[in-house]
């Protein structure tokens, strides 16, 4: 009994050592991504400006506090996000290709944003509330499609993937739709939309993605014992006192919420959901308490990666950066689906 204890100690150890190393990384890319830029300005001057806060003055104060913190501060938001939305769905789904993206939600959040701002749907005068409550609406139906499909269906992997590929070219059509009918100026807003820009970055989206991140990750720590218990079977955690459908239900809810957030200001971002959460658990298995925490920083970091490459590959202006996700992420589903063997 001593023995099991001292391993299960030992092994936590090593999951909280995982989860201080990916912190010490994930502090070093928002590094990088705070001094990287088309203004060449020097890391001293950079930290000086930080030091000087929002009330500084001069170029500095505009570069850093109007344009690259906003920036940085949304990149990782939304990719820590994304990160646990899908870590959330891969473990009720059981599905290892379950994300975001590859169930659809993140298109039809993406039609719902489109809706907001074709219509000009706005909440007490502001853009930005109606974008977001239309962005969750359609990602919790979405949610509850794949939810009941699920109920009904079962689980099982054809089925699910066969739901979000629907999903996806049925939201797709109907934001071309939205596209084809818009002006000019309002079509090319919706096109920039499906890239998933940080240029539309402002210290509202920062404040608004923290808190939905917030919120969710309390709701979920405090769902992280029957999670983990999840991750060892549906039979098994129903004979440990777990209601299933009440836990993929609320968890479905969560995770609309947390993708709403992400989709609200900078457009559709693939395949972030996908690959944190598999990164995560190759350092910590299936225990949700650091799962939760290593998947939010894998989001973030690898949202932070990717702006830092569409910087550098885009002098001058900042290549979106859903295209940089998307070429990471091909490869890695490619991948999985080949590893995949039921």
Same mark, same amino acid.
């Given at each position: 009994m001593t023995e099991k204890s001292n391993g299960y100690a030992g092994l936590n150890r090593r999951r909280m050592m995982a989860v201080?190393?990916?912190?010490?990384?994930?502090?070093?890319?928002?590094?990088?991504?705070?001094?990287?830029?088309?203004?060449?300005?020097?890391?001293?001057?950079?930290?000086?400006?930080?030091?000087?806060?929002?009330?500084?003055?001069g170029v500095a104060k505009v570069v850093v506090w109007d344009i690259r913190l906003p920036m940085t501060l949304t990149c990782v938001f939304v990719g820590a996000s994304l990160g646990v939305a899908g870590l959330q769905l891969q473990t009720i789904t059981n599905n290892p290709l379950a994300s975001p993206y590859?169930?659809?939600? +993140?298109?039809?959040?993406?039609?719902?944003?489109?809706?907001?701002?074709t219509t000009g749907f706005a909440i007490a005068g502001q853009l930005w509330l109606g974008t977001s409550l239309l962005a969750f609406l359609f990602a919790l139906l979405v949610s509850v499609c794949i939810y009941y499909m699920?109920?009904?269906?079962?689980?099982?992997?054809?089925?699910?993937?066969?739901?979000?590929?629907?999903?996806? %070219? %049925?939201?797709?059509?109907?934001?071309?739709?939205?596209?084809?009918?818009?002006?000019?100026?309002?079509?090319? #807003? #919706?096109?920039?939309?499906?890239?998933?820009?940080?240029?539309?970055? +402002?210290? +509202?989206s920062v404040a608004v993605s923290a808190a939905f991140l917030l919120v969710c990750?309390?709701?979920l720590m405090r769902r992280s014992w029957r999670l983990t218990a999840l991750s060892a079977g549906e039979e098994k955690a129903e004979s440990l006192g777990v209601n299933v459908e009440r836990l993929r239900f609320s968890v479905f809810v969560i995770s609309a919420v947390l993708i709403s957030g992400a989709v609200s200001f900078i457009g559709t971002v693939a395949f972030v959901g996908l690959v944190a959460p598999h990164c995560a658990r190759l350092l910590s298995g299936d225990d949700q308490r650091f799962l939760l925490p290593l998947s939010m920083l894998f989001g973030g970091m690898l949202m932070l990666l990717s702006s830092i490459v569409s910087k550098l590959l885009s002098a001058g202006s900042m290549l979106p950066v859903g295209i940089? +996700?998307?070429?990471?992420?091909?490869?890695?589903?490619?991948?999985l689906i080949l590893r995949k063997r039921d």
């Amino acid at each position: 009994m001593t023995e099991k204890s001292n391993g299960y100690a030992g092994l936590n150890r090593r999951r909280m050592m995982a989860v201080l190393i990916s912190a010490f990384a994930f502090a070093l890319a928002l590094g990088f991504d705070l001094a990287a830029g088309s203004s060449n300005m020097a890391f001293a001057d950079l930290l000086k400006a930080l030091a000087a806060g929002p009330n500084g003055e001069g170029v500095a104060k505009v570069v850093v506090w109007d344009i690259r913190l906003p920036m940085t501060l949304t990149c990782v938001f939304v990719g820590a996000s994304l990160g646990v939305a899908g870590l959330q769905l891969q473990t009720i789904t059981n599905n290892p290709l379950a994300s975001p993206y590859t169930f659809g939600i +993140t298109a039809s959040a993406s039609f719902g944003a489109a809706i907001s701002i074709t219509t000009g749907f706005a909440i007490a005068g502001q853009l930005w509330l109606g974008t977001s409550l239309l962005a969750f609406l359609f990602a919790l139906l979405v949610s509850v499609c794949i939810y009941y499909m699920g109920k009904f269906r079962g689980m099982s992997t054809m089925t699910l993937i066969l739901t979000g590929i629907m999903m996806n %070219f %049925f939201f797709t059509a109907l934001q071309q739709f939205l596209q084809y009918r818009a002006s000019p100026e309002i079509a090319q #807003i #919706i096109s920039g939309w499906t890239f998933g820009n940080l240029a539309r970055s +402002t210290w +509202t989206s920062v404040a608004v993605s923290a808190a939905f991140l917030l919120v969710c990750s309390i709701a979920l720590m405090r769902r992280s014992w029957r999670l983990t218990a999840l991750s060892a079977g549906e039979e098994k955690a129903e004979s440990l006192g777990v209601n299933v459908e009440r836990l993929r239900f609320s968890v479905f809810v969560i995770s609309a919420v947390l993708i709403s957030g992400a989709v609200s200001f900078i457009g559709t971002v693939a395949f972030v959901g996908l690959v944190a959460p598999h990164c995560a658990r190759l350092l910590s298995g299936d225990d949700q308490r650091f799962l939760l925490p290593l998947s939010m920083l894998f989001g973030g970091m690898l949202m932070l990666l990717s702006s830092i490459v569409s910087k550098l590959l885009s002098a001058g202006s900042m290549l979106p950066v859903g295209i940089i +996700t998307s070429i990471v992420g091909v490869p890695f589903l490619f991948i999985l689906i080949l590893r995949k063997r039921d």
